[in-house]
């Protein structure tokens, strides 16, 4: 019953829902106010997040008449528990040292739920500008999703086979040249995870209202704001464990992981501030071509460097 409670804990406060969600808000504001300031903007004040997500909670949900209601309600609720279980598992991680053999495949999995998510709510709404937002979703997804495998296959082949979280986390890929690749990669697939531009093409506010969340109000709105908040957490982290050589919890540590963090954070900024939004034709080209050609040169020199044993490939 003990152990019970504890897992409970986990998942729900620390650093389960409660923390990863309010941490998620955090990073939300510092995305919005960076944003502002580039463009000679004031900003929200740091509690706007909170605000904007309590507001929604206490508005009526509306469901549109020809919307498929249960899967129209539910998608929400399935992007929360993934992002949720993806978080605590990079967490315990990190925090316990707790992994097991493939869970790097298990988060790959749950990476992919929130896009799921996506297309389920969108598609089940009756909406034909939510379903051109989830099929440009799903495009998205078949286009992003190969590179990311062949980045985590760099990872795998650098670190001697290891499928195992906590074993990926005491090495650091990025230190050479197929995993610093890799890295940059990786990093422009959670861009396009998390819907920033120039990969915001599912929503894209000026051409197809908000797309696959156009229906969406109420307290089904705020699921999605909040689940979108935590992958601001989770993916981030989901780079440092895998390329940064981890998050540490301790001392000097957790001051340098905590800068791991923030050094993705801005980067993923500074692209959202710095490029226009791409055509759905161009973001499928750019990762099936140019990234697709990059991931394989990777692919190619980690594999060389693992067998004549030259590290900095």
């Known amino acids: 019953m003990t152990q019970a409670l504890w897992s409970l804990f986990w998942i729900t406060v620390f650093p389960g829902f409660l923390f990863t969600f309010s941490l998620g808000l955090v990073a939300s504001w510092v995305v919005r106010k960076v944003s502002a300031l580039v463009q000679w903007r004031v900003g929200p004040p740091v509690l ?54 493939g869970d790097v495949i298990v988060v790959i999995y749950l990476m992919v739920l929130p896009s799921l998510a996506f297309i389920l709510g969108s598609s089940a709404s009756a909406s034909p500008h939510a ?6 979703e799903m495009k ?32 650091t890929p990025v230190y050479s040249i197929s995993g610093m690749l890799a890295f940059l990669v990786s990093l422009l697939c959670i861009q396009a995870k998390l819907g920033f531009v120039p990969f915001d093409i599912a929503e894209s506010e000026t051409e197809i209202a908000s797309g696959v969340l156009m229906e969406y109000s109420g307290a089904l709105l705020a699921v999605w704001k909040v689940m979108h908040a935590m992958m601001l957490v989770a993916l981030p982290l989901f780079l440092v464990t895998v390329f940064l050589g981890g998050f540490g919890t301790t001392g000097w540590s957790l001051v340098w992981s905590i800068g791991k963090y923030v050094l993705i954070l801005v980067l993923l900024i500074l692209i959202k501030n710095t ?3 791409m055509r759905i034709d161009q973001a499928m080209r750019f990762f ?5 050609i990059v991931m394989v040169l990777a692919v190619v020199l980690t594999t060389i460097g693992s067998y004549y044993d030259i590290n900095w490939l």
Request: charged residues 15%; neutral net charge; contains cysteine.
């Open 140 to 171: 998205l997804v078949m286009g992003y999703e190969l590179p990311l495998v062949l980045a985590l296959v760099v990872v795998i082949v650098k670190t001697g086979g290891q499928l195992n979280l906590a074993a990926i986390a005491q090495q």
């Open 48 to 101: 706007q997040p909170f605000y904007d997500v309590a507001k929604l909670l206490g508005k009526e949900i509306l469901v549109p008449e020809d919307a498929q209601r249960s899967v129209f309600m539910a998608a929400p609720l399935i992007g929360m528990a993934g992002v949720l279980l993806l978080s605590t598992i990079l967490w315990r991680t990190a925090i316990a040292e707790e992994a097991f053999v």
């Open 288 to 292: 099936w071509v140019y990234c697709g």
């Open 131 to 136: 379903a051109i937002g989830a099929s440009r």
């Open 275 to 277: 490029n226009p939004r």
